[in-house]
T-cell receptor
Framework: DSGVTQTPKHLITATGQRVTLRCSPR?????VYWYQQSLDQGLQFLIQ???????AKGNILERFSAQQFPDLHSELNLSSLELGDSALYFC??????????????FGPGTRLTVL | AQSVTQLGSHVSVSEGALVLLRCNYS??????LFWYVQYPNQGLQLLLK??????LVKGINGFEAEFKKSETSFHLTKPSAHMSDAAEYFC???????????FGTGTRLTIIP
């Protein structure tokens, strides 16, 4: 158990809908990262937050957004869903001390299926 | 830009045999390198990481990797494969540990009894 929790574990929805994925980082970790794992794109970085502020952005679609709240949990919002958004979405956390040798610890993921 | 290439999307070894999973990196700056393992229907678990402290890195479950700058490689090895090692293995690179990870395409390891 990495200490990172993600809910829900599975999500099945229809095209055009909007969903919210939730992540609670390890106790004390300030950074949260979101990654997408799909069969055709592999594991891709989406976005990073550090202590409530957006720190880095990757290949995140405009239909997707994220935020990190004062209690450090994070949410990834996916809207106008398409079939191609079906994937496993991982959250990771790190940076209790913001050190350059930090390790990212991954949650169990949320499997999103868009029908 | 940084990237990693994992050679071999599928590797099969016999139980008790040497495990060798290959990873080559490309980076314009000294990289931080990682190996993660993903068991079926689970998240990613860190096996080991290289952060320039030592070129031979020992990880969990008997795995180790050696950073070779001249070969731009960071191959993962284990002397004797166990059935429980069957999983998908990902090599990843970042500029620093607290920055985004760029993953390879993964290698699925099968252990033959």
């Amino acid at each position: 158990d990495s200490g990172v929790t993600q809910t829900p574990k599975h999500l099945i929805t229809a095209t055009g809908q909007r969903v919210t994925l939730r992540c609670s980082p390890r106790s004390g970790d300030l950074s949260v990262y979101w990654y997408q794992q799909s069969l055709d794109q592999g594991l891709q970085f989406l976005i990073q937050y550090y202590n409530g502020e957006e720190r880095a952005k990757g290949n995140i679609l405009e239909r997707f957004s994220a935020q990190q709240f004062p209690d450090l949990h994070s949410e990834l919002n996916l809207s106008s869903l398409e079939l191609g958004d079906s994937a496993l979405y991982f959250c990771a956390s790190s940076s209790r001390t913001s050190g350059i040798t930090d390790t990212q610890y991954f949650g169990p993921g949320t499997r999103l299926t868009v029908l | 830009a940084q990237s990693v290439t994992q050679l071999g999307s599928h590797v099969s070894v016999s139980e008790g045999a040497l495990v060798l999973l290959r990873c080559n990196y490309s980076s314009s700056v000294p990289p931080y390198l990682f190996w993660y393992v993903q068991y079926p229907n689970q998240g990613l678990q860190l096996l080991l990481k290289y952060t320039s402290a030592a070129t031979l890195v020992k990880g969990i479950n008997g795995f180790e990797a050696e950073f070779k700058k001249s070969e731009t490689s960071f191959h993962l090895t284990k002397p004797s494969a166990h059935m429980s090692d069957a999983a998908e293995y990902f090599c990843a690179v970042s500029r620093f540990g607290n920055e985004k990870l760029t993953f390879g395409t993964g290698t699925r390891l099968t252990i033959i009894p």
